[in-house]
């Protein structure tokens, strides 16, 4: 069964860290294809304004791995959190992938599916406001039971790669929250709304849930 999540709204004035602890958080505590037991824990809240939407996600790890530090490299081997959605699925059958590690790199693409994509390298991962727990010059020195990461996306990025949106209450875009490492001591695959396929493979858009703005 789909899913589906509301998003509350907020001004651009009442952002601030305090919002996220009245947020009802989802969990990402689906892995269709576990081999070895490693399910950690994982919150994801979301909110959005008037020109962006907003996620938080807090990871219960104790060890983890985060290699990468440049925008497109492979950043779903080490200890990593992505967010999949499409936000306009009755007219576009495109989907972005915002996958980011431990210490705050993004991989992002748009495609409609595994085969048909395409990395986006024209945009600064500076506009996401990007914020990790994890300092990523002291990695190895990471003995916390959790880590956070939080970001945004202006609808000013989203636009230019799917036109004019309206981002007001009512408005169903689709998506799925996911958690990975495929490289780590312990390679595992979550997921908000469960993925029936055989192999692990998050770019399955027929498995989005709803994204509902309120």
Known sequence: MKKVCKW?????????????????????QEYPWDENGYRPKVKVRFFYT????????????REIRATYKNMNEPVF???????FFNPDPDNDERYFNFEINAIGTLLLGLG????????????????????????????????????TLEFSIPY????????????????????????????????????????????PDFHRPEYFGDLILR
């Open 8 to 28: 509350k709204r907020f001004r651009d004035q009442e952002v601030n860290e305090a919002i996220w602890q009245g947020l009802e958080p989802v969990l990402i």
């Open 50 to 61: 008037e020109s962006r939407l907003y996620l938080h996600f807090t990871s219960y790890e």
């Open 77 to 83: 081997t080490d200890s990593c959190i992505e967010f």
């Open 112 to 147: 409609k599916g595994r085969n048909d994509r395409k990395l986006i390298e024209d945009v600064s991962q500076d506009i996401f406001n990007i914020k990790s727990s994890v300092d990523r010059d002291k990695v190895h020195e990471y003995q916390d039971e959790f880590w």
């Open 156 to 199: 000013s990025f989203v636009e230019k790669y799917f036109g004019n949106q309206d981002f007001s209450p009512g408005k169903r875009m689709k998506g799925n929250f996911q958690k990975c490492g495929d490289e780590t001591k312990f390679p595992h695959y979550g997921c908000w709304n469960r993925i029936e396929v055989p192999e």
